[in-house]
Nanobody, 124 residues
Framework: QVQLVESGGRSVRPGESLRLSCAAS????????AGWFRQAPGKEREFVAR????????YYSDSVRGRFTISRDTIRNTVHLQMNALKVEDTAVYYC?????????????????WGQGTQVTVSW
């Protein structure tokens, strides 16, 4: 079993930065790839970023590539999402998720565990 708890979401202005954290419990987490997803009001949950179980390989959606960075602390069992140059359209609830799949997957159905989400609001 893996439990995920996100933190770090808050309200910021466009252009500012924010760092989200995901704390994982359960020794099995070290064998899971981790991902960040987001869901804006009235929209489907969408893939944002993924990092493999070893913390070496990252993958990003086109909308955040170059602005967001996903990282993983394999000792502390945490995953972070550094978000720079935030835009109004980045406003959403951000979710941390874990998957046992070794290949690159971006569909929500391929992720086994989810956190409760943390709200990020970007506005003037």
């Amino acid at each position: 079993q893996v439990q995920l708890v996100e933190s770090g979401g808050r309200s910021v202005r466009p252009g500012e930065s924010l760092r989200l954290s995901c704390a994982a419990s359960g020794s099995a987490f070290k064998d899971y790839a981790a991902g960040w997803f987001r869901q804006a009001p009235g929209k489907e949950r969408e893939f944002v970023a993924r990092i493999n179980y070893g913390g070496i390989i990252q993958y990003y959606s086109d909308s955040v590539r170059g602005r967001f960075t996903i990282s993983r602390d394999t000792i502390r069992n945490t995953v972070h999402l550094q978000m720079n140059a935030l835009k109004v359209e980045d406003t959403a609830v951000y979710y941390c998720a874990a998957t046992s799949r070794r290949d690159l997957v971006v569909e929500t159905s391929e992720y086994d565990y989810w956190g409760q989400g943390t709200q990020v609001t970007v506005s003037w």
